[in-house]
């Protein structure tokens, strides 16, 4: 709709400018997210006025050629996707069962990425995380040990994509939870079951074995996802596993 508008209010002068900035454009050869310059200068620049510049702009945006922040500027490219308010939006529509389900997908698939391409350096923290989850002395500690722990094997995959959509979900994750964690001087059971499943996974992955680690993982996930759906309304350890992904 913009970009028909655009096109529809064009005089020669309009259309001279924005000749005259796609051949700017096209002769600067500016990366991505590169930015224009001020449209006072943009407009001496190319010997336009600046109204005239700014429908050239419009025209440009229209085709997701630029976009335009206020107070920052003019920059090449599409619009960066807006992850905050996206993370909201997808938290109004989804669930627990709709997080778990998109984790079962994706998790184990991970764990075998990981399995493959994890560095020394990263076994040892993963590791080191299962160390710290069965130390912990509340449920708040071994939520920021597990979330560790699942973020360092994902980060072993050594996809940065991967690993972004991942950061997504658990931004949804933790949105989504059922009740909100109280602070309460509550620890794991030393027969909390995501202990032996964790290092399964982490076991695993060290030993090279893409398909138990894929496996690992999925028992992991299914057994969250039965202890979840058990614990309705949940109780503190529910809560906490959940926003912890229950790992």
């Known amino acids: 709709m913009l970009l ?9 002068t309009d259309i001279d400018a924005l000749t005259q900035l796609r051949a700017y454009l096209a002769q600067s ?35 997701n050629q630029i976009w335009r922040h206020v107070g920052k500027g003019t920059f090449i490219g599409s619009r960066p996707i807006d ?74 995959t050594q996809n940065a994509l991967l690993l972004a959509l991942l950061d997504t979900l658990n931004a949804v994750r933790r949105a989504v939870a059922w009740g909100r964690l109280r ?15 964790h290092e399964a996974i982490v076991a695993a992955i060290a030993e090279r074995d893409l398909d138990r680690a894929a496996a690992a993982m999925r028992r992991h996930l299914e057994s969250v996802e039965r202890n979840l759906l058990r614990a309705r309304p949940q109780p503190e350890a529910a809560a906490a596993e959940f926003r912890a992904g229950a790992e």
């Open 83 to 156: 992850t905050l308010a996206d993370v909201a939006a997808i938290t109004r529509r989804t669930n627990p069962g709709d997080v778990m389900r998109t984790r079962l997908l994706l998790e184990p698939e991970v764990a075998r990425m990981a399995a493959l391409n994890a560095t020394s350096d990263q076994i040892a923290e993963m590791k080191l995380c299962l160390q710290r989850t069965r130390a912990a002395q509340t449920w708040r500690q071994y939520e920021a040990w597990d979330n560790r722990l699942h973020r360092v094997i994902a980060e072993a």
């Open 29 to 63: 050869d500016l990366p991505v997210d590169s930015r224009l310059p001020t449209e006072r200068a943009l407009a001496q620049k190319l010997g336009v006025t600046r109204a005239e510049l700014r429908k050239a702009l419009a025209v440009l945006e229209a085709e």
């Open 183 to 197: 602070v309460e001087k509550v620890k794991p059971a030393p027969t909390h079951h995501s202990f032996e499943e």
């Open 4 to 12: 028909v508008e655009a096109m529809s209010d064009r005089t020669n």
